[in-house]
T-cell receptor, first 114, second 115 residues
Framework: DSGVTQTPKHLITATGQRVTLRCSPRSGDLSVYWYQQSLDQGLQFLIQYYNGEERAKGNILERFSAQQFPDLHSELNLSSLELGDSALYFC?????????????FGPGTRLLVL | AQSVTQLGSHVSVSEGALVLLRCNYSSSVPPYLFWYVQYPNQGLQLLLKYTSAATLVKGINGFEAEFKKSETSFHLTKPSAHMSDAAEYFCAVSGRSGGYQKVTFGTGTKLQVIP
């Protein structure tokens, strides 16, 4: 158990809908990362937050957005969903996001868009 | 720009045989390198990491990796494969981007262990 929790575990929705994925980092970690893992794209970095502020952006679509709240949990919002958004979404956390730090991954949320 | 190449998306070994998973990296600065393992239906878990100390890094579950700057490689090895090693393995490189960590993952190698 990494100490990172993600809810829900599974999500099934329809095209055009909007969903919110939730992540709680390890106790004491200030930095949160979101990744998308799919068969054709592999593991893609989406976005990083540090202590409530956006720090880095990766291959995140404009239809996707995220935020980190004062209690440090984070939410990833996916809107106008398309079939191709079906994937496993991981959250990871680290202490401050330093470049030698280990990222601790949650178990993921499996999203299926029908 | 940094990148990671994992040679072989699938590797099969017999139980008890040597495990060798290959990773080559590209980075404009001295890199920090990681190997993560992903078991089915689980998140990624750190196996080991290189942070510019010893070039031979020992990790969990008997795995180790050697950083070879001249070959820009960070191959993962284990002397004797166990059935429980069957999983997907990801090599990753970390560098600075605007002063913060930017991690790039390889495409992964699925390890099959044959009894």
């Amino acid at each position: 158990d990494s100490g990172v929790t993600q809810t829900p575990k599974h999500l099934i929705t329809a095209t055009g809908q909007r969903v919110t994925l939730r992540c709680s980092p390890r106790s004491g970690d200030l930095s949160v990362y979101w990744y998308q893992q799919s068969l054709d794209q592999g593991l893609q970095f989406l976005i990083q937050y540090y202590n409530g502020e956006e720090r880095a952006k990766g291959n995140i679509l404009e239809r996707f957005s995220a935020q980190q709240f004062p209690d440090l949990h984070s939410e990833l919002n996916l809107s106008s969903l398309e079939l191709g958004d079906s994937a496993l979404y991981f959250c990871a956390s680290s202490v401050v996001g330093g470049w030698a730090e280990t990222q601790y991954f949650g178990p993921g949320t499996r999203l299926l868009v029908l | 720009a940094q990148s990671v190449t994992q040679l072989g998306s699938h590797v099969s070994v017999s139980e008890g045989a040597l495990v060798l998973l290959r990773c080559n990296y590209s980075s404009s600065v001295p890199p920090y390198l990681f190997w993560y393992v992903q078991y089915p239906n689980q998140g990624l878990q750190l196996l080991l990491k290189y942070t510019s100390a010893a070039t031979l890094v020992k990790g969990i579950n008997g795995f180790e990796a050697e950083f070879k700057k001249s070959e820009t490689s960070f191959h993962l090895t284990k002397p004797s494969a166990h059935m429980s090693d069957a999983a997907e393995y990801f090599c990753a490189v970390s560098g600075r981007s605007g002063g913060y960590q930017k991690v790039t993952f390889g495409t992964g190698t699925k390890l099959q262990v044959i009894p």
